[in-house]
């Protein structure tokens, strides 16, 4: 279960970002803007020329105390940034997988609404109830 | 909108029928079942209700707002008095009367009881639905009353009094009356209350006579008095007696009328009810009108509208883009980015419910989810992503394909029937790299060559059985992996592909099951006879999985740089070409004499046993083949013809399906003829083990003593 969940376009400008509300969300949106960097140097370590080969999940990115961060990147540099609790042992690396893969077709649901422009901040409800399904279940 | 103004008897009217309209009492937006359902009482054709609702704007909107609403109603006025649908024609026409609407009872009860809940004791002189709607009228014609309240109770003296303003009364004395407007809504108010709602509006037509004269008879239609004794009571000054005296006729014109207003009503009432009860179901109408707009985008109820044209069509609606995004979302089903007929309707149904002040459900209500398990809606997916679809076939075809073989072996004999097992090898060359048809021309060649020399006697044979089981029983499964492989590269191609390797493999049939160790068993187990037929087989597959194996890849990059033709072909063309192989190779072995006009090459894989089994064979086989192949070689050469054509073709899908489909014919005649004939060796063995018997018994009691 994610604390927090971003989706970052290609330029590097948030296209939607949920975290868990207890949390301090300034400290997460912090954190997912800082983890760009690692997201920027591991695409670039693959190369150009390797973009065919390029892994979509990016793995973890850095972890912390409290909490790992998992990237996923795709083909058009859209990117999902994962926080995770780190107590949260139990989440397997095939979990998270499985969690940016939904992501991933939920975006490209999103894409296909003609009424989203590529761009815009996302506000599909759809989307929100994906992203919900997989915050932590905070009461 | 331009400019729309209303008399205030208008003004008036029109706002009762909004309010009636405003079943949600959004005080906006009246609900299209209502709206649509008074245009049907109405009483206009359907082409003139959907022209006023164009030209009000509702259809642009998907709503009607109170402006169109207005706008729609006096469209409707202007329509029944027999004007044409002009919308200058709003404001230019004066003294248009008010539209009318055949209302049935119960429709005129409730209505009255919800508008004119304070009208109660108007109705008491009457049946009890009788509106208040004189006052009203009178109010409306706002040209003797200023307070509706007030001249409503203070008409209904006059209603008594002045019995019959029937309609028909304005149009001959139109001047007279409309001067007499302030005194004959009472009259006019007479009938409302004689009508109930119906009454309610025809009285407002006729409050309006104006110039309208065509509308006399209407009038005289919706005349709403079927309470004749009312007249009669009512029978008073009224400007013109004439009026009663057409009443009465009127009545009973209105009486017929009103039934069958009424029944379109009720029955519109209940539909309407009915969709009320769920909210989402689409009326007959609605539906239509969404089809014709479908219809406007997209010609081909059966085809999609883009992403981005929807986006136009649904973004007149003023709606918000969040709004119309999430939209989109619930009825888009298949996430395609485009809509189906039904998704269309889904959506615009949507749009229209927001408009009408619904909000948007979290998730798509069932009665507007598209039917996905309709054969229409299959077949559409299937032909728009038809690529789709046969990427899904093949998925499925392939582990069907399995228990279809033995199916598929059965039938392939009565293909030999048909003497088409040319036809089967003919496709090779046309499809097969060069590479392949020359590995069989070379196969063709050696065949040939060994069966110039039949010499080797049936005892040869059997010491090259057990090799040949040997090598057949090894080769086999590596064949039939290979073939198994190709297969489902072959399933890849939905229509031909199963049955086609089967028959080449059938040839062997039994042998090749190389995964059966039945086809093993059924080697060891048959007659000697047998053997030597079967291992030809065997060996068949072996040279040509041998051939396919070894050709199988040259083959494929070699049918990519053949054309895009035949790449787009590749896996049936790799699936045909091998089971055009191995059928050659068995058709090669079983027709010694048959050499091929194609000329196919074929790799140097014929191992020594192959001419001893054409020998085999020969004595065998080619006697009841003989005319196969002969028959075959005709028709392959007449099926190489048809060939080329096929994956030229437009429909070559179709056609490559159909000739497939052909093949696979052909093949299984082979396969029955054959079968037959092992059959027929079977027999021929099991007498000689009888005789055998016979002899041992014969021989046995000379043993017991």
Redesign the interface.
């Known amino acids: 279960m994610a604390v927090c969940i971003a989706v970052i376009a290609k330029e590097n400008y948030p296209l939607y970002i949920r975290s868990v509300p207890t949390e301090n969300e300034l400290k997460f949106h912090y954190t997912v803007h800082t983890s760009l960097d690692v997201v920027d140097e591991k695409i670039s370590a693959m190369g150009k020329a390797l973009v065919d080969q390029r892994e979509l999940y990016l793995g973890l990115l850095y972890p912390t105390e409290d909490y790992k961060v998992y990237g996923y990147v795709t083909n058009s540099r859209v990117k999902f940034v994962m926080v995770v609790d780190s107590s949260n042992t139990a989440l397997r690396d095939n979990e998270i997988r499985s969690m940016f893969r939904k992501l991933h077709n939920s975006y490209t ?1 999103i894409m ?5 422009n590529p761009g815009d901040r996302i ?4 989307f929100d ?1 994906m992203v919900n399904s997989m915050m932590m279940q905070v009461c | 909108m331009e400019g729309l103004t209303l008399s205030e008897a208008e003004q008036r009217y029109y706002c009762d029928l909004f309010s009636y309209c405003d079943t949600e009492s959004t005080k906006k937006v009246a609900s299209n079942g209502r709206v649509l359902e008074l245009f049907r009482a109405a009483q206009l054709p359907n082409d003139v209700v959907m022209q006023i609702m164009e030209q009000c704007g509702a259809t642009r909107l998907g709503y009607f707002g109170r402006s169109q609403f207005y706008i729609a109603l006096k469209l409707v006025a202007v329509a029944q008095s027999g004007l044409p649908l002009r919308v200058e024609s709003l404001n230019t026409v004066k003294d248009l009367p008010l539209p009318r609407f055949a209302m049935t009872k119960n429709e005129q009860e409730s209505r009255h009881a919800a508008l004119y809940p304070s009208d109660a004791d108007n109705s008491a002189s009457y049946s009890g639905v009788i509106p208040p709607p004189p006052g009203r009228i009178q109010v409306k014609k706002g040209s003797v009353s200023h307070d509706a309240v007030q001249q409503r109770t203070s008409t209904d003296q006059q209603e008594s009094t002045s019995p019959v303003v029937s309609p028909q009364q304005s149009p001959p004395t139109s001047p007279h009356t409309w001067r007499k407007h302030s005194r004959h809504p009472s009259g006019g108010n007479n009938e409302r209350p004689l009508a109930g709602p119906g009454p309610f509006w025809a009285p407002f037509s006729e409050a309006q006579p104006g110039s309208s004269t065509s509308s006399d008879p209407i009038w005289s239609g919706h005349s709403p008095p079927p309470h004749q004794e009312n007249w009669v009571s009512f029978a008073d000054t009224p400007p013109t007696s004439a009026l009663l005296a057409m009443h009465p006729a009127s009545v009973q014109d209105q009486t017929t009328v009103r039934t069958v207003a009424s029944a379109t009503t009720t029955n519109e009432i209940r539909r309407q009810s009915s969709s009320y009860d769920d909210p989402w179901k689409i009326t007959d109408e609605q539906r239509q009108y969404y089809v014709n707009q479908f219809k406007t985008i997209q010609p081909d109820l059966n085809g999609f509208i ?3 044209a ?2 136009e069509f ?1 973004t007149k609606s003023k709606l918000p ?2 709004e ?3 939209i ?2 619930l009825s ?1 089903f298949d ?3 485009a809509l189906t007929l039904d998704e269309f309707c889904a959506a615009f149904h949507l749009v229209v419910a927001r408009k009408n002040g619904y909000d948007l459900p ?1 998730k798509l209500p069932e009665s507007l989810m598209p039917k996905l398990i309709d054969l229409e809606d299959s077949t559409e997916v299937g032909e728009q992503t038809g690529e789709v679809g046969y990427s899904s076939s093949p998925a499925e075809a392939p582990p069907s394909k399995s228990p279809s073989m033995p199916s598929l072996n059965q039938t392939w004999p009565e293909l030999n029937q048909s003497s088409e097992d040319t036809a089967i090898v003919h496709p090779v060359p046309i499809r097969m790299t060069p590479s392949k048809i020359h590995m069989q021309e070379m196969e063709l060649k050696r065949t040939g060559s060994d069966h110039a020399n039949p010499t080797s006697p049936l005892l040869v044979k059997p010491p090259d059985l057990p090799e040949e089981n040997k090598i057949s029983s090894s080769v086999k499964f590596t064949p039939g992996n290979t073939v198994r492989q190709q297969q489902a590269g072959v399933v890849a191609y939905p229509p031909a592909v199963p049955p086609r390797p089967q028959p080449s493999q059938g040839a062997g049939p039994h042998v090749h099951r190389p995964v059966d160790a039945e086809g093993l068993i059924a080697h060891t187990s048959t007659s000697p006879q047998q053997i030597p037929e079967q291992p030809n087989f065997a060996d068949f597959s072996q040279f040509e999985a041998f051939a396919v194996s070894g050709v199988n890849k040259e083959e494929d990059d070699e049918i990519e740089t053949h054309s895009e033709v035949l790449q787009v072909e590749k896996p049936p063309d790799s699936a045909s070409s091998l089971r055009v192989a191995k059928a050659d190779g068995r058709i090669e072995d079983k027709a010694p004499a048959n050499v091929p006009s194609s000329g196919k090459g074929t790799t140097p894989l014929a191992p020594p046993p192959k001419p001893i089994r054409r020998r085999l064979k020969s004595e065998d086989e080619l006697r009841p083949e003989a005319e196969e192949h002969t028959q075959k070689t005709g028709v392959i050469a007449a099926v190489l013809a048809s060939q080329p054509s096929i994956p030229r073709s437009v429909g070559k899908d179709k056609k490559a399906i159909q000739a497939s489909i052909r093949r696979n014919k052909e093949t299984n005649t082979v396969l029955a003829r054959l079968n037959s004939e092992l059959q027929q060796q079977l027999k021929d063995v099991l007498e000689e083990r009888i005789s055998l018997e016979v002899q041992l018994e014969q021989l046995r009691p000379f043993s017991h003593l």
């Open positions: 649901d296909c609404n003609p009424f989203y506000h599909s409800r759809a109830s | 883009p992403g981005s929807a986006k649904f883009i969040l119309l995004s999430h989109w979302e888009d996430k395609d980015g979290q």
